[in-house]
């Protein structure tokens, strides 16, 4: 396993690379946070050995200051795995970060305490999805990793839908991904969950969208005086 990589500079915040020479999901990045690595250190090989490229953090904070480095963090961190309990920051108080600094990566929490105070938390501050420690598999983790890539590359598809639109129709050129960024942004100061905020995304991204069916001596016809 490598600890270094040019495109991801985070050895000065800290954070750890492991990435396999030889990878099938080459451009997927997974970001592992967790204060005992030694309890984590199964999920980092069975990811590394399905072809993830991992990157791993001891301290959440560490992992936010690396996070707000990037300049467009969702296309470079596909997925985070982070634990709940951890000193300095805990797992609930990064989740709460992350909305705070409009970050929209999937995270699965991990806790070790498994209770249903640490559940709602984690729903309330837009955990893709809740694990207890004691309950789960690398397997478990890995099919939970392949699904929020999945949710991620739904977007990537809109986005190129909508950047078709957008060349269709040069006077709305951007309108969809504003609505979209006023939307979440006002979805995150309601507090709303991971897949509300995942449905609203979507929903704002693509409210237009039947405008690329429209023929372009409609929708680009000269206002009438």
Known sequence: M????????????????????????KEVVIEVIDDEKDS????????YYEGYRVIFFDRADKALVH???????????????CDLVMPVKTGLDFLSDLLAHLIDIPVIALTAYDDEDNFMKSLERAAFWYHPKGKYSNRVILKLVERACVYGGI???????????????????????????YS???GHWLKLGYWDLYNLSIAALSHDIGK??????????PAQP
């Open 2 to 25: 490598g600890n270094s990589w040019n495109g991801y500079d985070c050895e000065k915040f800290g954070g750890e690379f492991f990435f396999p020479k030889t990878v099938e999901k």
């Open 40 to 47: 984590v250190w199964g999920i980092i090989q069975a990811l």
């Open 67 to 81: 996070l707000r480095s990037l300049v467009k963090p969702e296309e470079n961190i596909n997925v985070i795995i």
């Open 155 to 181: 977007f990537n598809a809109l986005d190129a839908i909508v950047d078709a639109l957008d060349a269709k129709d040069p006077y709305t050129k951007s309108h969809s991904k504003n609505v979209q960024e």
């Open 184 to 186: 979440v942004s006002l």
């Open 212 to 221: 690329i069916g429209v023929p372009d001596y409609l929708l680009c016809k």
